[in-house]
């Protein structure tokens, strides 16, 4: 119960490494609020796994706003955030469309910049806390057949250093630092295979190398945990090799 007396609130919840996570943290004695923009589906993950649902689009700044009243009225304290929602976008530079990247930013990018906006003062007034962002292997090294995830996933890392960096010299005891997996076997991984049924022999050079979503919840449960309080600012590689030897090479 390592997490116990403590709050966090997990964007993207309602499945894949999101949810992984958000139960992790409920074994661990947490109180967890998950988010999605799907209603259906977070409302039901949240039922059953025991977090509490709030209905969200992390591009919108508006719905950050609701998510602030809520945990206010909640009397939350809020100590744990976990930037995970995000979408995956197949389509090297010559396919991608303006409109496409971004959809992809105001997502991927927008969405870490606004929850950090909103959420610090909250983590600040709870006197200190952990921020993970889930970013990718693909921010580490050049992926060509997704240039805007690729690109979202490295404004997401700039932006950890620099909030870390802020939090240190702030004193806050806020700690912030960004995950890097490569493949996960989720439905975000599953849907974009469809999405390169069209060019199978491309998506074949860049196919990664799958772990599960427990395995990438375990390493955002250590981040979260006051087991790693004085780890602060780093990218955390969660791919077995791949960024240091990538597995189609
Ligand atoms: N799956 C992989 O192979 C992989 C690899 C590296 C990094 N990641 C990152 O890990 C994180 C989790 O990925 P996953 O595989 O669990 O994905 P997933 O698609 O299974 O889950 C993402 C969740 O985010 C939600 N979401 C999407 N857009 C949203 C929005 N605008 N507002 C609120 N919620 C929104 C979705 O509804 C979904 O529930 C993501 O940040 C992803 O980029 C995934």
Redesign the pocket.
């Known amino acids: 119960m390592r997490l116990q007396n403590k709050t966090a609130l997990i ?10 996570a958000a139960e992790r943290f409920i074994a661990e004695g947490a109180k967890v609020y998950i ?4 209603a259906d ?2 409302q039901a993950t949240a039922a059953e796994i025991g977090a509490t649902f709030i209905q ?5 700044e508006a ?1 950050w706003q609701k998510v602030v009243a809520q945990l206010e009225a909640d009397g939350a304290n809020l100590n744990i955030l976990v ?6 976008q197949y389509g090297n530079i010559d396919m991608e469309s303006l409109e496409g990247w971004r959809r992809l930013m ?3 990018s927008d ?1 870490v910049f606004l929850a950090i906006k909103y959420m610090l003062p909250l983590l600040e007034k709870a006197g200190g806390g952990s921020i993970i962002n ?5 921010a580490l090294m050049g992926v060509p057949d997704f240039c805007a ?1 690729t690109a979202s ?1 490295s404004a997401v890392r700039g932006l950890t250093m620099s909030t870390a960096v802020l939090c240190k010299q702030r004193a806050n005891k806020v700690r912030c630092n960004s ?11 599953r ?1 974009v295979s469809g999405q390169a049924k069209a060019d199978p022999d491309q998506y074949k050079n860049s196919a ?1 190398f ?1 772990c599960q ?1 427990e395995d ?1 919840a375990n390493v955002i449960f250590f981040l979260a945990s006051d087991d790693s309080r004085h780890v602060n600012g780093i990218a955390l590689s969660v791919d077995n090799t791949s960024t240091i030897h990538p597995p189609y090479l």
């Open positions: 964007t993207g919840g309602s499945r894949g490494v999101g949810r992984a988010t999605d923009v799907v589906r977070g969200q689009n992390v591009a919108e719905d930037n995970n929602a995000a979408i995956l105001s997502v991927n969405g889930m970013s990718s292997s693909s995830y996933k995950v890097h997996p490569d493949g996960i076997n989720t439905d975000m991984m849907e990664p799958i979503a990438v």
